[in-house]
């Protein structure tokens, strides 16, 4: 499974940006797929999971502002984010769950400024 993150940029501090994460390979399997960020400094942390037959799971500092979505025509999610912070800058992964193994995309740079 290889999958392609892109949507990051530099947006104001209030504003939206929409994450995409395109799977191709044997995506017919795929469990569960994520987002995660990792800030400068910190550990990488899952933001935003989907789950076929279950409610999707926003981490509470992004809960109310972020919504993750499935795009059928990717074969992939989505991750739209309201209401930028400052703190949300950071480098966002797209995490693919096939049958318990883990695949990562490239990772698209957020940069939240005041």
């Known amino acids: 499974v290889q999958l392609q993150a892109s949507g990051g940029g530099l947006v104001q501090a209030g504003g939206s940006l929409t994450l995409s994460c395109a799977a191709s390979g044997k995506v017919s399997n795929l469990d569960t797929m994520s987002w995660y960020r990792q800030r400068p400094g910190h550990s990488r942390v899952l933001v935003a999971s989907?789950?076929?037959?279950?409610?999707?799971y926003i981490d509470l500092d992004v809960k109310g502002r972020f919504t993750i979505s499935r795009d059928d025509a990717k074969n992939g999610v989505s991750l739209q984010m309201n209401s930028l912070r400052p703190e949300d800058t950071a480098t966002y992964y797209c995490?693919?769950?096939?049958?318990?193994?883990?695949?990562w995309g490239q990772g698209t740079l957020v940069t939240v400024s005041s």
């Open positions: 995490n693919a769950n096939v049958q318990g193994q883990y695949y």
């Open positions: 989907m789950t076929a037959d279950y409610p999707p």
